[in-house]
C-alpha cells in the first residue's frame, strides 16, 4: 500500500479519533496518536489490536495483519511529538475554543508544508482557521461514527483553504476505502444539513397530536424504506447528541424556519430521557431492545359500505383498481350516496379541508396517502377528520387490511406523515442545491452513506414526482400559513418545467 500521507497524527483518542486511526493503519498509514488523558493512546492501541484480533478470528483480516496494523499506531505523550506528520487530524471535543487553540499549538509543532484538518461537524472551518497563520493549511475532514463502517467522508475547504489540500484530502479519503464529498463551508456541511428534514417535521407531526412516536417510525420505515424511524433513530444517536445539533444549525442560519427545533426533544433531554444508552427515551429499552407498543387491530366489520372515491384523489386510477382488488363496492354516481365511505387522497391538504371544499359529508370523509405507488410500499396510511364516525373510520381500516397489507390510521394534519416528511427532506435539499452548499452528486452520496436513508432525497423526489413535492409544499403552506413549507426555487423551477431533480445544470 502507498497512501498519499505516510505519517499522520491524530490528537484525541476517543470513538472518532479511535476510528480514523484504525482504518489509516489499515491503509498503510504510520498513525501517531495523542491524547490529552494520560493513558488514553495507549488503551486506544490496545482497543485496537484487540478488535483487530476479533477479525483475524472471523477472517475478515489475516492473522498477520494484526501485528502489522498495531505496530503502525505509536501513541504519543506530547504534541511536538507529531513533527514528521504531514497530516494532522484533531478529533476533540465539539468546542470552538477547545479546537482553536489545538489547531494553533499544532501549528507551532509542524512544518509550513503540513495539513491541519478538523473532524468538526458543525463548526466553521474558517472561524477555526482565523486564528492560524497558515489558514490555506487547514480544512475540514468530517468522519461519521462508527468510523470503519460509514464509509463517506466531508472534506470542506474555508474561505482561505489551498485547492491542493482539498485535492489531498479527496484522494487520501479514498486511499482509507471511504467516499469524499466535497461540502462548502456552512453550518451543518452536508449530511447534518440534509437530516434536518427528518426528524424535526416527525417532532412537529408528534407535537399536532397526529400520531404517536411508534405509529410515525412504522409508516416512515413501511412506506418509505427508512431503516430506522425518526424517533428510533434519536433514541439511537442520544438527544443529548441530537438536539444540540438542532439548535446549532437553527442558530447558525439565524432561525431559518425549516430548522426550528423542538420542545419535545429539549424536556426529554432535560429530563434525561436521551435514548437507548440511558435506557429510556422515546422507547424504553431492556437489554438493548426497544420496548414497543403493540399495533391497533384491524376492526372487524360485519357489513361493509360502498365506497365514493373523489375525482380529485391523487393516483385515482391506481386507487380504483386496488379498491376493485380489495373487493369494495365501488359507486360511481358524480356524488357518493348516504351511505357511502367518502374516500379522498389529497396531497399537503387536511381531510377537513377536502371535505368542506368538495362538499361531502365529513362524518363520512376518511382520506388515504397516495404519494407513494402503492405496489412499492408495505404499509397504507389512512386519517380521519374530527367529525369522521367510528364505523366509517373502522369500515375503511378494515377494507384496506383485507389483503394482509398493514395500515395506520393518523388524525387530520395538513399532509399526511410521509408527505409531510418525504416533502421536507427533498425540499432542504433542493435548497441545498439553490445554495451551492455540493454538488447533487455528492448530496445523493452524502446522504445515502451518511444517514443510511433508503435513497438519496434528490431520488426520493424523483420518485415521488416533482410536482407532486410541490403540490404538498404549497398546500401545506396554505393550510399552516408557515414558510418552513416555503419551496425551494430550485425544486420549484424543476417541478415547474418537468424536469428531474438530479438534473445537473452544467
Known amino acids: 500500500?502507498?497512501?498519499?500521507?505516510?505519517?499522520?497524527?491524530?490528537?484525541?483518542?476517543?470513538?472518532?479519533?479511535?476510528?480514523?486511526?484504525?482504518?489509516?493503519?489499515?491503509?498503510?498509514?504510520?498513525?501517531?496518536?495523542?491524547?490529552?488523558?494520560?493513558?488514553?493512546?495507549?488503551?486506544a492501541c490496545t482497543t485496537l489490536q484487540m478488535q483487530w484480533r476479533t477479525l483475524a478470528n472471523k477472517g475478515r483480516i489475516a492473522a498477520s495483519d494484526v501485528d502489522i496494523f498495531t505496530a503502525r499506531i505509536r501513541p504519543v505523550a506530547t504534541l511536538q511529538a507529531l513533527s514528521l506528520c504531514t497530516l494532522v487530524v484533531e478529533a476533540v471535543v465539539e468546542q470552538q475554543d477547545v479546537k482553536t487553540l489545538l489547531l494553533q499549538t499544532?501549528?507551532?509543532?509542524?512544518?509550513?508544508?503540513?495539513?491541519?484538518?478538523?473532524?468538526?461537524?458543525?463548526?466553521?472551518?474558517?472561524?477555526?482557521?482565523?486564528?492560524?497563520?497558515?489558514?490555506?493549511?487547514?480544512?475540514?475532514?468530517?468522519?461519521?461514527?462508527?468510523?470503519?463502517?460509514?464509509?463517506?467522508?466531508?472534506?470542506?475547504?474555508?474561505?482561505?483553504?489551498?485547492?491542493?489540500?482539498?485535492?489531498?484530502?479527496?484522494?487520501?479519503?479514498?486511499?482509507?476505502?471511504?467516499?469524499?464529498?466535497?461540502?462548502?463551508?456552512?453550518?451543518?456541511?452536508i449530511v447534518n444539513h440534509a437530516g434536518r428534514g427528518y426528524g424535526t417535521e416527525a417532532l412537529r407531526i408528534v407535537s399536532e397530536g397526529v400520531a404517536d412516536f411508534a405509529t410515525i417510525d412504522r409508516i416512515l420505515r413501511d412506506q418509505v424504506g427508512f431503516k430506522l424511524g425518526p424517533f428510533e433513530l434519536m433514541d439511537l444517536t442520544g438527544l443529548d447528541v441530537s438536539h444540540p445539533v438542532m439548535e446549532s444549525i437553527y442558530q447558525q442560519y439565524y432561525e431559518e424556519p425549516r430548522y426550528r427545533p423542538s420542545v419535545i426533544t429539549a424536556q426529554r433531554l432535560a429530563g434525561g430521557l436521551t435514548g437507548r444508552k440511558a435506557g429510556e427515551g422515546f422507547y424504553q429499552y431492556a437489554d438493548d431492545h426497544a420496548t414497543l407498543p403493540a399495533e391497533p387491530p384491524v376492526p372487524v366489520v360485519d357489513e361493509m359500505p360502498p365506497v365514493w372515491l373523489s375525482p380529485r384523489a391523487s393516483r385515482r386510477m391506481e386507487l380504483l383498481m386496488l379498491l376493485?382488488?380489495?373487493?369494495?363496492?365501488?359507486?360511481?354516481?358524480?356524488?357518493?350516496?348516504?351511505?357511502?365511505?367518502?374516500?379522498?387522497?389529497?396531497?399537503?391538504?387536511?381531510?377537513?379541508?377536502?371535505?368542506?371544499?368538495?362538499?361531502?359529508?365529513?362524518?363520512?370523509?376518511?382520506?388515504?396517502?397516495?404519494?407513494?405507488?402503492?405496489?412499492g410500499t408495505k404499509r397504507r396510511v389512512l386519517a380521519t377528520n374530527p367529525a369522521t364516525r367510528t364505523d366509517m373510520r373502522d369500515a375503511a381500516h378494515a377494507l384496506f387490511a383485507r389483503d394482509g397489507k398493514a395500515v395506520s390510521v393518523v388524525r387530520d394534519s395538513g399532509g399526511f406523515v410521509t408527505q409531510r416528511v418525504v416533502a421536507n427532506i427533498v425540499n432542504i435539499a433542493a435548497d441545498m442545491c439553490q445554495q451551492g452548499i455540493c454538488s447533487p452528486r455528492d448530496l445523493e452520496t452524502a446522504v445515502t452513506l451518511g444517514l443510511g436513508y433508503p435513497m438519496g432525497p434528490l431520488a426520493l423526489g424523483n420518485l415521488c414526482g416533482p410536482t407532486?413535492?410541490?403540490?404538498?409544499?404549497?398546500?401545506?403552506?396554505?393550510?399552516?400559513g408557515d414558510p418552513r413549507y416555503r419551496p425551494s426555487p430550485w425544486l420549484r423551477r424543476r417541478g415547474a418545467i418537468g424536469l428531474s431533480l438530479l438534473h445537473e445544470e452544467e
Open 324 to 375: 376493485k382488488n380489495l373487493g369494495a363496492k365501488i359507486e360511481t354516481g358524480q356524488s357518493p350516496s348516504p351511505l357511502a365511505l367518502t374516500l379522498v387522497a389529497p396531497l399537503g391538504f387536511d381531510i377537513t379541508t377536502v371535505a368542506v371544499v368538495e362538499r361531502l359529508d365529513p362524518a363520512r370523509t376518511v382520506g388515504i396517502d397516495m404519494l407513494l405507488d402503492d405496489a
Open 106 to 189: 499544532l501549528e507551532s509543532c509542524l512544518p509550513p508544508t503540513a495539513i491541519l484538518a478538523s473532524n468538526t461537524s458543525s463548526l466553521s472551518i474558517t472561524a477555526l482557521g482565523a486564528g492560524l497563520q497558515r489558514p490555506a493549511q487547514l480544512a475540514g475532514f468530517h468522519f461519521f461514527n462508527p468510523v470503519p463502517l460509514m464509509k463517506v467522508v466531508e472534506v470542506i475547504p474555508g474561505l482561505k483553504t489551498a485547492h491542493a489540500v482539498v485535492q489531498a484530502l479527496q484522494q487520501y479519503a479514498k486511499d482509507l476505502g471511504h467516499t469524499p464529498v466535497l461540502a462548502q463551508d456552512t453550518p451543518g456541511f
Open 1 to 43: 500500500m502507498n497512501p498519499y500521507f505516510e505519517h499522520i497524527g491524530i490528537v484525541g483518542a476517543g470513538a472518532m479519533g479511535r476510528g480514523i486511526a484504525q482504518i489509516a493503519a489499515e491503509a498503510g498509514s504510520t498513525v501517531w496518536l495523542f491524547d490529552t488523558a494520560p493513558g488514553t493512546a495507549q488503551a
Open 468 to 480: 407532486n413535492v410541490l403540490e404538498v409544499l404549497f398546500n401545506m403552506q396554505t393550510v399552516y
